[in-house]
Structures are given as C-alpha cells and as structure tokens.
C-alpha cells in the first residue's frame, strides 16, 4: 500500500489523499482548498478518473466530516463516483444544498458509521468518531496489504464531544505503520490554549447578561457544538434564539434528540427568514423551505419591540436586515469564528457595530486540537511514522514527535 498527499501538504484545508493498493485507489476526502475563490474543475487533483471517471480502478472517495475544505471539490468530480461518509453528514450537507450550490454534490453516498469496518475493494476502512467543530467527524484507518495507514481528519479534545476523544484514547487502532496526522494550530500565535465549550457558554452567558439591548450572535451553523452553546447561553439568560431558516432546516434533518425541534409548535426557538434567503427561495420556488416554521417565525418589527428578549442568530449577509431595525444601539454583536475571518471578510463588523451603538467582543474556541492533545493523540496511536497534514508548520512536528516524515504534496510513499 502507498499514498501520495495531493493537497494539505503544507497547507491548511484542501486535503486530498490518494491511496494505492493491489493497482486500486480510494481518495481520502476531496476538499476545496481555502485560498481557492470557488470549486472549479481545473483543481481537481490528477487522479485519473476524477474527472470523467473512466477508471474502473478509482473505487471511492471517502470523506472524514462535512467541511468544504475536505469535500469541496466533490461537486466538479464525476458524479458516477462513489462517495462514502457519516450518515450524519450526508443530511447535513443535503439540507443545505438547496441554500448554497457549492455544497451540492451530484454523488450517491453510502453511509458509514462509527467503528464499523467496510470493505471498498481491497481495502478495508474503519471509521472513528472524533470532537470536532464539523458535526459527524471522524478519523479513518485504512488497511491493505497487510499495512494499516490512519488519517486523523480534523479533531480537537475540547467540545461538547470531548468524550468521543477520550474513547479513542481509550481504545485506539495498533499496529499502525503511517498516521496522517493534522496540525492546524501549530503556528497560530493567537490560538494559546483550549477553552471548553462549557467555558465558553458560561463566559456568554455573562456577556449576555450585561447587555440590555440585542445580542448577534455569529457563527457558523454547521457547528452544531457552537449553536448548542448559544442556545443554551441564551435559555440561561431568560432568552429566546432565533435561528435563520437555513439554520432552523440542518436542526430538522438531523433531528436528533439532544437538539431543539424548531419545526415545533412547542420550540422555544423562532425562526427568521433573512432578505438574501429570501430571496433565493423565491427564485428557486422552494416555498417548503419555509412552511414548516410557520407557526414560529419571527419579523423585524417583533424583534424591534421587544430587542432585549433576544439572542439572534447573524452573520454579515444580514446587515441589510439589521440595518433597517431601530433596535441595535445598546446591544451586542458576539463573533464566534477564527478570529482571522474578520480581516479577510469584505465587511468591518467592527466599524458597523460602532456605527450602530452595538458593541463587539470576540468569543471563540478553536475547532482544532491544541499541541498537548495532538501529543496525547500520537503517543495512544504509537505509529511507526508520523506524517503531517492540514498544517502551515510540517517542519515543527519534527520538534514535537519521534519518527517524523515530511512528504510533498504529489510524492508517492509507502505506508
């Protein structure tokens, strides 16, 4: 069994591995490189049969968790290509393909699930449920001619999954010759150690409680963990939440227990339709998008008469929403994103809030493993070889970890 990394080398996102064995390959996610301004054909790595799929030796992608920047380029790949990920994840990004084209894709999806071993020609894959920011994130082993290879994917040891990774301490793979290991927080200064989700819903509560007016809170949504924590935030500071619909539409498809059902009558959410999804609902005549939030939606002159009864889901879209609301002086825009978003956005939240009275404050925990996790990671997995991956610092691991290999993007290696 060989691999070669054809993206996430050196760089953080658009990882692609390929992996050869007995003349057959499998690809380990297909993601959209960050830099990239859109998927395009044109950066599809050269897998033969990536692209037109006339190549009956190409047998699947296999993806670790719903992030683009590990399954973005699956809509420009071929769609008779078959393409296997978390149950979880597959209707995550099938409900919110109708609100953003680029994470569509045109594959069948067969599921896989936590520590169950599938067999995709001679490769044998073993899925291990991680904490991540992405919802449904594992790491995948992969065994072929009696070589064990483990990518890690995305993972952290600090969110309301915390205890997915202290299962897999507990109870690792052995015997494994390469572990693909990601490193994204190694060389970011600013990210100096892991605060819990927990942590972090206490500290918003506080800061929720201090503010008079309306609290903004932006996030990604396909961060199930962050939604949980301002939910909660904002029950515990006699609130109500209110999702968008595009929100409001991945909490229904998962519909897990554990979630609030915003489709019910009895929620304790309400539900707002902003002008941009609007917009694109009526241009694409999905009118059911909407229905079943009916009896809970919520408009701008509710929101206007009442703004201290609020936590508002928000993100820079909105503005022109939020623009014609005279309600935001005295209230709060929390931003719970990578802090380095906010200079790469086309928006200065932060010139806005001033503008409007609001104020501003960063609250925030990495999606991402510390170092002291990554080396609780290696240590459980005991690798003949360490390979780094989804990292800006591959040369750093070598201070960090014994028996270090850094392999170029395009390279093959044995595992």
């Not at 069994?1 to 996102?13: T, V």
């Not at 014994?402 to 390279?411: D, L, S």
């Amino acid at each position: 069994m060989r691999f070669r990394i054809h993206h996430g080398a050196a760089e953080i996102g658009g990882n692609c591995i390929e992996i050869q064995a007995e003349r057959k390959s499998i690809v380990l996610d297909l993601g959209l490189p960050l830099e990239a301004a859109g998927a395009d054909k044109n950066l599809l790595p050269p897998i033969p049969g990536l692209l037109d799929g006339d190549n009956p030796d190409l047998l699947g992608v296999v993806v670790s968790h719903p992030h683009g920047d590990h399954h973005g380029l699956l809509a420009s790949a071929d769609p008779s290509i078959q393409v296997y990920m978390g149950d979880g994840a597959r209707r995550l990004l099938e409900a919110v393909a109708p609100f953003i084209s680029a994470n569509s894709f045109p594959q069948l999806v067969t599921a896989y699930r936590n520590r169950e071993t599938f067999t995709v020609g001679p490769f044998h894959i073993t899925p291990f449920l991680m904490d991540h920011s992405a919802f449904d994130a594992y790491a995948l082993l992969v065994e072929a001619d009696g070589r064990r290879l483990l990518y890690s994917g995305d993972f952290r040891a600090h969110g309301r999954k915390a205890w997915a990774f202290d299962a897999f301490l507990s109870d690792p793979p052995t015997n494994v010759d390469a572990l693909l290991m990601e490193g994204t927080l190694l060389g970011r200064e600013g990210d100096t150690g892991p605060t819990s989700e927990e942590a972090l819903e206490a500290s918003i509560v506080d800061s929720i409680r201090n503010t008079d007016g309306l609290v903004l809170a932006c996030f990604s949504p396909q961060n199930i963990d962050r939604f949980v924590t301002f939910y909660k935030a904002a029950l515990r500071s006699n609130r109500q939440f209110i999702a968008d619909v595009y929100t409001a539409t991945i909490l229904n498809a998962l519909a897990l227990p554990t979630l609030p059902a915003p489709s019910s009558a009895s929620s304790s959410m309400r539900v707002y339709l902003p002008k941009r999804q609007k917009h694109r609902i009526v241009r694409t005549q999905r009118f059911d998008l909407v229905e079943p939030y009916r009896q809970l939606r919520i408009f701008p002159s509710d929101i206007s008469a009442r703004p201290e009864r609020w936590v508002m889901m928000f993100r820079s879209s909105m503005i022109e929403d939020l623009d014609e609301l005279d309600c935001l002086a005295g209230g709060l825009l929390i931003y719970s994103l990578w802090p380095g978003y906010l200079e790469r956005g086309q928006t200065d939240l932060r010139s806005w809030c001033a503008d409007k009275g609001m104020a501003f404050e960063v609250q925030h925990t990495s999606g991402h493993a510390f170092v002291d996790d990554l080396k609780r990671f290696v240590d459980a997995v005991a690798a003949r070889k360490v390979v780094p991956i989804h990292t800006r610092q591959p040369k750093a691991y070598q201070g960090l970890f014994a028996n270090v290999e850094v392999h170029p993007n395009g390279v093959w290696a044995d595992v």
